[in-house]
């Protein structure tokens, strides 16, 4: 199933999908750059069949700042990896394929300060409303305020 | 009618967690509802960049007062796979005991709990009271009642031995008779039907669409279940079935847990019958090497999800959790549009969010004398206190 993946990702998107790397049975990590992060979701969804997106998380990896997309069906978990310049972390939301990716963009967004654009208006989560404005505790600068 | 919008929560008596909805109603029926959730945030995954890879297994224990073993198992799961480290057989069979024990304590927890938030207080009764032998059975095996803090990097921490296999049995022989009591009661019982009928509706395309995990997606007719969709531990190779209903409202979730006991039972017994030799652990280094995983768990409330991430050292550079409550939110609004104000308890608690549980009781005198009282002397301190009343509970079905 995972190198099947592989090839129909290959076919449709070609040198804009990535390092692709398979660790083990079930599991496997692609790169997309963030102008076709939604394409390749739609993808996903649609013609892959994968309707699951499980989670996802933000990190900060020094140099860029990492958005991973979770997908799972039976058999396969599909990450798909977006890598962001940390002075723009800007990406596209995905909640207009995957409608729950909603609570999960705007935790990397309080959490890690990406910039999720297209989001409905909403409230915050998961940090109070009086939490200081640019303050992302997941940056591995985040300093505890004294 | 004139519409109004009313906050329910974040401190509200009908909430045994703090979230706040905001739902405008139309009268007695709700129009529409938005979600406010992050009150009890504690920065746990930012903690754990700042811990070890042992000390973590305890912080992450603390997610989840209900499924503290579905946090680290899954946790471990990563954090193994990156050290490529292949836990003994036997080790894998006693987080798997662990892992169903739980379940069969968890479902039960809800049993209760909404049959307390339908009115049927008896039934939460009933349930809590069955649910004291498998919280005993884990006691016996673990040590502890509720972190179990059984796992460890590499295995399992304690042993199971022959005594505690016997226990173990004769406790479930118990537990499958009054778990078709509950199925009987869920299936046929006047209060619960009346109750329970088509509220909270969760029709299956918008499961599938909202991404819905667990028995909530499961009552929707959606056959996902990480034990049978993407094996760990031991589950490849073991007997059980993927309880659905077609139901898709909150009797389609209380029928799928009680079903759902039936086979946490049948797990159960494969295991300690068919108990591995050998040893319990391997010996983990302290140093995870750099790489990355995703480990998924099918946790009582359904999909658990962790990322970790290690540069190589001795603590983690990411670790993520994705618990089961977050993931059933975004069906939440869908179920509460369209139904009563009465039934939003039911609805929330349907879902089952997680809360936390208590243990033991330590006896203040107003003579200045205290101390503390183990299980085994309050349970009879408690019989005694009824007997002098006049109630004798010695013959209650049920008992073990």
Request: hydrophobic fraction near 40%; include cysteine.
């Amino acid at each position: 199933m995972e190198e099947q993946t592989r090839k129909k990702l290959e076919e449709r998107f070609g040198a804009d999908v990535s390092n692709f790397v398979i660790p083990r049975p079930r599991r496997m990590f692609v790169d997309v750059p963030r102008e076709k992060l939604v394409d390749v979701a739609r993808f996903v969804r649609q013609d892959l069949g994968i309707t699951h997106l499980s989670t996802i998380t933000g990190l900060d990896a020094g140099e860029k700042m990492e958005m991973l997309y979770h997908f799972s069906t039976p058999g396969l978990c599909l990450t798909l990896r977006v890598r962001l310049p940390v002075d723009d972390p800007k990406v596209p939301t995905i909640t207009g394929v995957y409608l729950n990716a909603e609570s999960y963009e705007r935790e990397t967004m309080d959490l890690l300060g990406t910039k999720v654009e297209g989001l409905p208006p909403g409230r915050r989560y998961p940090l109070p409303d009086d939490w200081p404005v640019g303050d992302h505790p997941l940056r591995k600068t985040w300093k505890k305020a004294a | 009618m004139a519409k109004i919008t009313i906050p329910l929560g974040p401190q509200h008596p009908a909430l045994k967690e703090p979230g706040n909805f905001l739902l405008t109603l139309e009268g007695e029926s709700i129009v529409g509802a938005t979600i406010r959730l992050g009150y009890n945030h504690r920065g746990i995954e930012k903690a754990c960049e700042q811990r070890n890879f042992l000390q973590d297994i305890y912080l992450l224990e603390r997610v989840c007062g209900i499924c503290s073993h579905s946090h680290t198992t899954c946790y471990l799961g990563a954090v193994e796979e990156i050290a490529k480290l292949e836990v003994p057989k036997r080790g894998l069979a006693i987080r798997v005991l662990v892992a169903e024990l739980e379940r069969l304590h968890s479902h039960l927890l809800w049993l209760g709990v909404a049959g307390h938030e339908i009115g049927f207080d008896t039934l939460f009764m009933y349930a809590w009271r069955d649910r004291e032998h498998i919280m005993d059975c884990l006691e016996m095996v673990t040590g502890n009642r509720v972190n179990y803090a059984i796992n460890t990097v590499g295995g399992v921490r304690r042993d199971v031995t022959p005594e505690m296999k016997d226990k173990i049995l004769k406790t479930l022989t118990v537990v499958e008779e009054r778990a078709n009591y509950y199925v009987e009661l869920a299936t046929q019982e006047v209060t619960v039907l009346a109750r329970c009928k088509d509220v909270g509706r969760l029709p299956n395309d918008e499961a599938v669409r909202r991404c819905a995990v667990g028995p909530l997606a499961r009552a929707s007719g959606v056959a996902s279940d990480v034990r049978k969709d993407d094996p760990y531990l031991l589950y490849g190779e073991l007997d059980f079935k993927v309880i659905t209903s077609d139901r898709c409202d909150v009797l389609g979730r209380v029928e799928v847990r009680a079903l759902e006991l039936f086979e946490s039972i049948k797990i159960l017994r494969q295991v300690l019958n068919g108990l591995p030799e050998g040893p319990i652990a391997v010996k983990a280094p302290r140093k995870v090497p750099a790489g990355e995983a995703v480990s998924r768990y099918e946790a009582p409330r359904g999909e658990d999800i962790h990322y970790v991430r290690s540069s190589g050292g001795e603590k983690p550079d990411r670790v993520k959790v994705r618990a089961p409550t977050l993931a059933n939110w975004a069906s939440m609004a869908y179920m509460l549009e369209g139904g009563y104000l009465a039934d939003v308890p039911l609805v929330i608690a349907a879902i089952d969010p997680c809360f936390s549980c208590t243990d033991r009781a330590i006896a203040v005198r107003g003579d200045g004398q205290s101390g503390s009282l183990d299980w085994d002397s309050l349970r009879r301190y408690a019989r005694e206190f009824h007997r002098s009343r006049g109630v004798d509970f010695s013959n209650v079905p049920g008992r073990v």
